[in-house]
C-alpha cells in the first residue's frame, strides 16, 4: 500500500510540474506577440481613419497626457519649423509654428470661395463667427450656407454612387481635440515634440490650419465606402467625382503628389468649393489649390 500511495503521488507531483510547464510557456507566448505587436505599431505608426478627422492613426493616448512644456525657456529651430516652450507650471503645449519661406502666402482680402488655408495660411482670428452655417447632405453635415445649393445639386447628380457628406465643418476646438490626439499618439510611439506635431500636422491640421474649420470643404464617401482611405479612390464614387466635382465648383483638395505643396497626405476623400471657374481650371490642369492661386497672384 505505501508503494502505490507513493506512486500515485509521484503522478499527481509529474501532473503538477507539465501542467505548471504548459502554463509558464503559454505566459510567455502571449507576452512575445503583445511586444511584437507593440514594436511593428511604432514603427509603422498604421493609419485608420474617424469620420470628422482628416484621418487619425490608431492609439488609445487622451489630451490629458500632452507633454509638459521644458522648466526653461527654451526655442528649438528646424528647417521648417520652431516651438516654443515656456517656464512655469504644466500648461497647454505650444502649437509649432512653420516658417513661410518658400511657400505661397495668400494676400489679404481674398474672395471667400478661394480663401487658402494650410500651414502657412491660417484663418482670421473669428472668422467662422461671421459666417453661417447650414446642414448639408443626408448626415446632416455642416457647411458654409454659401456652398449648400452647389453640394446639394453634386449629391444629387452623384446620386447613383450613393456618395454622400461623411464630415463637413468642425469648430476650431474641436480641431484641437483631434490634433492633439494626433501628436500624442506619436509621443507614444517615441517621437520627440516636434518631431511628433509636425507628423501629426500631415495628418491632422492644427486648429485654424483646416479647411474643416471654415466650412467650404467636405470629406465625401460612396459606392458604401465611408472609411476616408486611401482605397476610395477604387470606387466607382470616386471616379464619378473626378470627372465631375468640378461642374459644381468642387476640386480634389488633395491630390497624390502634390504633398509637398499642400502639406497634406494623398486625400481622394476630400473636396474644396472654390467655384466653377476655378475648379475647371484646376482639375483640369492638375493644379493643387496652392499651385492655382500662386499662378493667377490670387
Not at 63 to 73: C, D, G, K, Q, R
Not at 132 to 144: C, E, L, S, W
Given at each position: 500500500m505505501p508503494t502505490k500511495k507513493r506512486r500515485k503521488n509521484a503522478r499527481r507531483q509529474r501532473a503538477i510540474r507539465t501542467f505548471l510547464l504548459f502554463a509558464v510557456t503559454v505566459a510567455l507566448t502571449v507576452l512575445l506577440i503583445v511586444g511584437s505587436l507593440q514594436v511593428w505599431n511604432k514603427n509603422t505608426g498604421s493609419v485608420s481613419s474617424d469620420p470628422g478627422t482628416e484621418s487619425v492613426p490608431t492609439g488609445t493616448v487622451t489630451?490629458?497626457?500632452?507633454?509638459?512644456?521644458?522648466?526653461?525657456?527654451t526655442t528649438t529651430t528646424t528647417a521648417k519649423a520652431t516651438t516654443t516652450t515656456t517656464t512655469g507650471k504644466k500648461t497647454s503645449p505650444t502649437l509649432l509654428q512653420y516658417g513661410t519661406e518658400g511657400r505661397y502666402v495668400q494676400p489679404a482680402g481674398a474672395v471667400w470661395n478661394l480663401l487658402l488655408v494650410n500651414d502657412w495660411n491660417k484663418l482670421p482670428d473669428g472668422y467662422d463667427q461671421a459666417v453661417?452655417?447650414?446642414?448639408?447632405?443626408?448626415?446632416?453635415?455642416?457647411?458654409?450656407a454659401r456652398i449648400l445649393e452647389s453640394l446639394n445639386a453634386m449629391l444629387q447628380a452623384g446620386s447613383a454612387y450613393g456618395i454622400d457628406v461623411q464630415s463637413g465643418y468642425r469648430s476650431s476646438d474641436h480641431q484641437a481635440t483631434l490634433y492633439w490626439r494626433q501628436v500624442n499618439n506619436y509621443l507614444s510611439w517615441g517621437y520627440d515634440e516636434i518631431a511628433a506635431q509636425q507628423q501629426a500636422g500631415a495628418i491632422v491640421k492644427r486648429p485654424g490650419h483646416s479647411e474643416h474649420n471654415c466650412g467650404l470643404a467636405v470629406d465625401l464617401g460612396g459606392s458604401g465606402n465611408f472609411k476616408l482611405e486611401t482605397d476610395f479612390e477604387n470606387t466607382a464614387a470616386f471616379r464619378w467625382l473626378i470627372e465631375n466635382c468640378a461642374e459644381y465648383g468642387f476640386i480634389l483638395r488633395f491630390p497624390k503628389g502634390k504633398e509637398n505643396i499642400t502639406g497634406v497626405i494623398y486625400e481622394?476623400?476630400?473636396?474644396?468649393?472654390v467655384g466653377v471657374e476655378a475648379a475647371k481650371y484646376i482639375m483640369e490642369n492638375g493644379l493643387c489649390l496652392e499651385e492655382y492661386l500662386e499662378q493667377t497672384g490670387q
Open positions: 489630451t490629458s497626457s500632452i507633454y509638459t512644456p521644458a522648466t526653461t525657456t453661417t452655417f447650414v446642414a448639408g447632405g443626408r448626415r446632416n453635415q455642416k457647411v458654409d481622394p476623400w476630400h473636396y474644396r468649393y
